[in-house]
């Protein structure tokens, strides 16, 4: 069980980690809205090479027990901040997705804030209310993790 969660800066050593989190395919299957192809290392670094070098994002990694146990982010998109996170499967159900968005929203303090979630993904739709999201409407989205649209779940943080 992890006792202390923390956040810190994105480091180029952390990428592989993040890198084979993100090629768990039940793990994808809830996040959903993921990588065309989650083994395409090369669009995997492009990726981040990107949303690291813009100002207007924030990454850090999730530390559990000081280990790397998932990534989170804010950024703005089409005018709105919004945040995203992705916890190693390995630790689901600690608590560690509900200290990580904690931490983050005593960092980004825009309100409002948004988040997206697939509408079948209950366990981040509670991390989300349980920090105070309340959602707000639906949309259907490509899901490239699921190769299909589905129904995501817009909520805000006011």
Known sequence: M????????????DLDILFEFMRDPEAA?????????????????????KIRGNPETL?????GDGAVVGSIAS??????TEITYWIDRAVWGQGVAGRAVALLLEQVTVRPLH????????????????????SVGTDIGYAAAR???????ILILS
């Open 147 to 153: 190769k299909a649209e589905i129904e995501e779940t």
């Open 115 to 134: 988040a997206r979630v697939a509408s079948d993904n209950a366990a981040s739709m509670r991390v989300l209310t349980r920090a105070g999201f309340k």
């Open 59 to 63: 990454n850090q990694v999730i530390l």
């Open 29 to 49: 299957r809830m996040a959903a809205f993921t990588a065309e192809d989650p083994d395409d290392r090369e669009a995997f670094d492009a990726h981040w090479r």
């Open 75 to 80: 950024f703005v998109m089409e005018g709105d």
């Open 2 to 13: 992890i006792s202390e969660v923390t956040l810190r800066g994105i480091e180029d050593a």
